[in-house]
């Protein structure tokens, strides 16, 4: 094995495409809301990333955005309309694939909440290649905090300098090369598996 025992990835926009602009649109036309008004709950006011933290659950949301509503949804809708977000990227669990193959520890880091956690384990089966799971809401702890890469690094049972991290958000990526992990902020495949050569991961 080369010098790096643990690969830790990001999931949205990285394992699998997602649509946040998609995830309002939706949600708004569930609750036949403005999107600028499901907007402002989720993002100016912060419940997004409460619900990621794991403060609120899907169910406190759904009543937050009843409330605001005009009409009466069903919590099947709304859970549905907020999931039905993701696309896959079949050539990234291929290399997640690989990296297992080589005996390279795999741990995945996301700021993510339990409807899409829920849905993706349901849709997809590529979250049991990994080897442990850090979820923001089940850790109470999001991207960039410090406590949520030593988190990852714990269960990677390796010095920072033998994990190697990809994320598609740069700010996240400093972060966790503030503690001493190398990372790759994703912006294409090709200049991924660029990454992944000149490191020697593949």
Known sequence: MGKYSAVIFDMGNVLISFSFEKMLS???????????KVKSLFVEEGIGIKYERGEVSSRDLYNMLSEHSPVQFEFTKF???GCDIFTPRPEMVQIVKQLKAKGIRLILLSNTNEAHYQYISKHYDFLPLFDHLIL???VHRVKPEKEIYQEALFH???PPHECFYIDDISEYV???RKLGIKGHVYESHPLFL???QKENIL
């Open 26 to 36: 939706q949600v708004a036309t569930t609750a036949q809301l403005p999107i600028e």
């Open 136 to 138: 923001s809401y089940k």
């Open 174 to 176: 400093h972060a966790a």
């Open 156 to 158: 990677a049972n390796a």
């Open 194 to 196: 660029e990454a992944l």
């Open 79 to 81: 859970i549905e309309a």
